[in-house]
């Protein structure tokens, strides 16, 4: 079979798309004279990072009582002041979704060009982003996904699944290399009635079942210091003997590993998640039984910006055919490891 590339001229391109016309096939002409690319022919979006206008950008998430969200904050604050184009106007979002509720009413009133939502919880605050759409404010759903895409313009979050999927490969495929065959596998979750823990949890249980594996122990902690040394405490006494442990959040994670130094337990590895510096300093030292992390990166926030920019200067992104900012961007999760810690630092919260 041949693999060589062939000659413009004699490509066959098919656009199944709205661009394309309705079952439109578009065929490479067999003269070079009409050689053209009908996508590099296509508008060019503009994506110049000039200032356009002035713009008003609405923010509300939730109060900063965990590292990550504390780093949602910052994230965009600092992405903000780079732009000297743009107001940056957070609203207190208050302590759970009916606070926020009214705190976004209030910042729908005042008519911000955009805005940028981390909801306490999406479907509980659906009917705001819907609000704010209606009223001709677009807004960028951010992270916990409203339930109804008529909220949002652009939704931007994590991988909880690749959360999952990224830790099970680095443990199946470690013990594999190291020959196990009837591991002792260990979870350590973060809150279980939330929809993103349901998702991670998946994707680990999916991804350890392609090298024959399953979780032996697992338990639910909170995404609290306090919880994940509680819950770590109790399941290593559970466990007298584990060959690895995923623990779903790295905050948590500094209790986790406060009750394994406590327990003197050596015998296996764990893997964290979200990328918080603490946890990448440990992987960099290597000295303790931290060997990676899985990201849910807090840079979310600073990208939602940018495209909240976008958005209100009616621009595309750069190297996309497209003319306007995609609907949906869903951040992959990187595995974190000694090998290449050094270039995750400058993003660890």
């Known amino acids: 079979m041949n693999t060589q590339p062939q000659p ?60 990550w969200m504390a780093a949602i904050t910052s994230n965009a604050q600092g992405r903000a002041k780079q732009y000297k184009e743009v107001t940056f106007k957070a609203v207190e979002a208050g302590e759970d979704a009916t606070a926020q509720r009214a705190a976004l009413e209030t910042l729908i009133q ?44 652009v939704l931007i979050k994590g991988d909880n699944y690749g959360m999952g999927v990224a830790a099970g490969h680095f443990i199946g495929g470690r013990l594999k290399a190291a020959g196990k065959t009837s591991p002792v596998i ?41 919880s994940g040394q509680r819950v770590a405490a109790n399941l ?24 394994v130094g406590q327990a003197g337990r050596k015998e296996f590895f764990m893997v964290g998640g979200a990328g918080s510096r603490k946890a ?13 992390t ?17 958005v209100a200067n009616g621009r595309g992104m750069g190297d996309l055919a497209e003319l306007g900012v995609p609907k949906e961007i869903r951040l992959a999760s990187e595995t974190i490891t000694k090998e290449n810690v050094a270039g995750y630092l400058p993003l660890g919260f």
């Open 8 to 67: 413009l001229s004699r490509r066959r391109i098919l656009f199944t798309g709205a661009a394309a016309g309705a079952g439109a096939l578009l065929v490479g002409c067999t003269s070079n004279k009409h050689d053209e690319d009908p996508v590099a022919a296509a508008p060019v979006a503009d994506t110049s990072g000039a200032p356009g206008k002035a713009i008003t950008i609405g923010f509300s998430v939730p109060a900063a009582d965990h590292g």
């Open 110 to 153: 005042s008519k911000p060009d955009v805005i940028i939502v981390l909801p306490h919880d999406g479907a509980q605050l659906t009917a705001s982003g819907r609000k704010a759409m209606q009223a001709g404010i677009p807004v960028i759903n951010l992270d916990r996904e409203f339930s109804d895409e008529l909220a949002f313009r």
């Open 186 to 226: 260990a979870e350590i979750a973060g809150i279980d009635n939330l929809p993103l823990t349901q998702e991670r949890s998946k994707g680990f249980k999916d991804t350890l079942a392609t090298y024959g594996f399953t979780v032996g122990h697992r338990a639910a902690a909170e995404f609290t210091i306090d």
């Open 236 to 259: 290593l006494q559970a466990a007298p003997v584990l060959d690895a442990l995923w623990n779903h959040d790295d905050d948590q994670g500094v209790g986790v590993l406060a009750a």
């Open 280 to 292: 990448m300093e440990h992987i960099r030292d290597d000295d303790s039984v931290l060997k990676a």
């Open 294 to 310: 899985v990201t849910y990166s807090p840079s979310m926030s600073a990208s939602a910006v940018s495209l909240a920019r976008l």
